[in-house]
């Protein structure tokens, strides 16, 4: 199994992770709309990366980029599919799991990547770039995804304060 960190914007963790703790709630959730595919276990993410490597099993840590540049959540992929290009497969593979809207699939570039995952929790510790920097796991702010090592990730849950019961190597 190996281990990935997945940056995110800010806007779309928001959506996909209405739990986290440093999120400010939007306009509509005021006005009690309830997001689904941010109050589920099963989520989906979209992405153009081209890496074949992503399997089921694998490890994934979202980094949250531009405002916090923290690592912030950790989930565990259940399906990976490539080079979907046609809107209506697309919903169809992510369902209710996406924070994605049918326009904003429509609109966006293609082919994508589709990581169907499941949210396991978010670090107790969220680790900031400078921490993850001065502890050599990463040279720079994350681009795209990319793989970390066995010794990296732990460290990672070292420092984010993640109990070994509930992750493995």
Request: glycine share 8%; hydrophobic share 35%.
């Given at each position: 199994?190996?281990?990935w960190?997945?940056?995110i914007?800010?806007?779309?963790?928001?959506?996909?992770?209405?739990?986290?703790?440093?999120?400010?709630?939007?306009?509509?959730?005021?006005?009690?709309?309830?997001?689904?595919?941010?109050?589920?276990?099963k989520?989906?993410?979209?992405?153009?990366?081209?890496?074949?490597?992503l399997?089921?099993?694998?490890?994934?840590?979202?980094?949250?980029?531009?405002?916090?540049?923290?690592?912030?959540?950790?989930?565990?992929?259940?399906?990976?599919r490539?080079?979907?290009?046609?809107?209506?497969?697309?919903?169809?593979?992510?369902?209710?799991?996406?924070?994605?809207?049918?326009?904003?699939?429509?609109?966006?570039?293609?082919?994508?990547?589709?990581?169907?995952?499941?949210h396991?929790?978010?670090l107790?510790?969220?680790?900031?770039?400078?921490t993850?920097?001065?502890?050599?796991?990463?040279?720079?702010?994350?681009?795209?995804?990319?793989?970390?090592s066995?010794?990296?990730?732990?460290?990672?849950?070292?420092l984010?304060?993640i109990?070994?019961?509930?992750?493995?190597?």
């Open positions: 199994m190996k281990k960190i997945i940056p914007q800010p806007e779309f963790h928001a959506r996909l992770f209405t739990d986290y703790g440093a999120r400010q709630t939007l306009l509509h959730e005021h006005a009690g709309e309830f997001v689904i595919e941010g109050n589920t276990i989520k989906a993410y979209l992405s153009h990366s081209r890496n074949r490597q399997k089921a099993g694998d490890i994934v840590l979202f980094y949250r980029s531009r405002d916090t540049q923290s690592l912030t959540s950790l989930g565990v992929i259940e399906e990976v490539m080079g979907l290009t046609q809107t209506d497969e697309i919903i169809r593979v992510v369902g209710k799991r996406t924070v994605y809207s049918t326009a904003e699939i429509d609109e966006s570039l293609k082919p994508l990547t589709v990581i169907l995952f499941r396991h929790f978010h107790r510790n969220p680790l900031n770039l400078a993850l920097l001065e502890s050599g796991i990463l040279n720079g702010p994350p681009q795209s995804i990319m793989q970390i066995d010794e990296k990730y732990t460290v990672i849950k070292t984010g304060g109990d070994g019961r509930f992750t493995v190597n």
